[in-house]
């Protein structure tokens, strides 16, 4: 049997083939029961598995701490995309709703803000330059064209996630039970998809909520002060094209995959997958995310160094083949649903 105590099928003899996403299965290892509905979170009573075998890897590779270290490169693709959005933005102020503005809103605006997203995260780990403060300060610059301000706060949530992946009320990237009591069929989970941003911005908010610190101040006062100079000056269609783009980037689009990809759990045992698919390309090398838990101090443009320096620790594990395909297989899948997640009992004060 798995760690995992209840909400997934056992393993067993019979091999049931791997889902449309799936292009790697391990040894022994069943992908879930396609008919079985979860009616709980998966619990676990271990540790999550990164910590293990990062402590493996640094002892029989040494010379992986070569790849530590801030990307000097993130600094002038944030900048492009940031300055591209701005500029899509003014040039459709005075053609909302036209064709053409969804049109580049979908595939510009969108993936760039998606880009963004994964930026911010990446500054988070303080990959973008050697200086805490200097990481920090550009991560709000990359947060302009979001529309909102959150990279601060997505900092404090982001190292949580990490250090305590799937407890329960500290890990806020693990589903509501609310949600998986909702969302449990097609239609359910597609309306979850469409407003897949919505849950992730809402969600941390309702479960744990942050001190609000003087870091939190300056990001708010910075991105609304940036707005405010944009909307006086061009209108508010430059504005709207921003939230759009936001909103897009976190609904039915081919890289908002990643969001359920990276820690759902497709393929019972294991709740962290991978994906090196082309898409990497327009997020930093986030499909690499098995790699990512393992050395959050190795930046995205240099995780496939450590999986090709290791590939034993990698190849098998199951891997994410589809990032709209992760997304088809979560609407399509009736045993896949927010409660496809593994959660760990808060720890005992």
Known sequence: STSLHRGVRKQSNSHTSPTLCFSVMPPNANSKNET????????????EPHKTRREEIMKKYPQVKK????????KYSVTALVLMQFAFGIYLKDQLWSPLYFVVAYVFGATANHALFLAIHELSHNLGFKNKDHNRMFGMFANLPIGLPYSVAFKGYHMEHHRYQGTDGIDTDVPTRLEGLLFTNALTKTLFCFFQILFYALRPMAVRRQTFTLHHAINWVFQFTIMYLLVSTFGWGPYIYLLTSSFLAGSLHPCAGHFIAEHYVFVEGYETYSYYGPLNKLAYNVGYHNEHHDFPFIPGSRLPQLTAMAPEYYKDLPQVKSWP?????????????????????????
Do not use: C
């Open 36 to 47: 079985e509905v979860q009616h709980d979170f998966m619990w676990v009573y271990t540790e």
């Open 67 to 74: 790849l530590f270290g801030y990307d000097p490169n993130t």
């Open 325 to 349: 395909g992760t997304i088809w297989n979560y609407i399509v899948l009736p045993n896949i649903s927010p409660f496809s997640r593994v959660k760990r009992p808060a720890p005992k004060d």
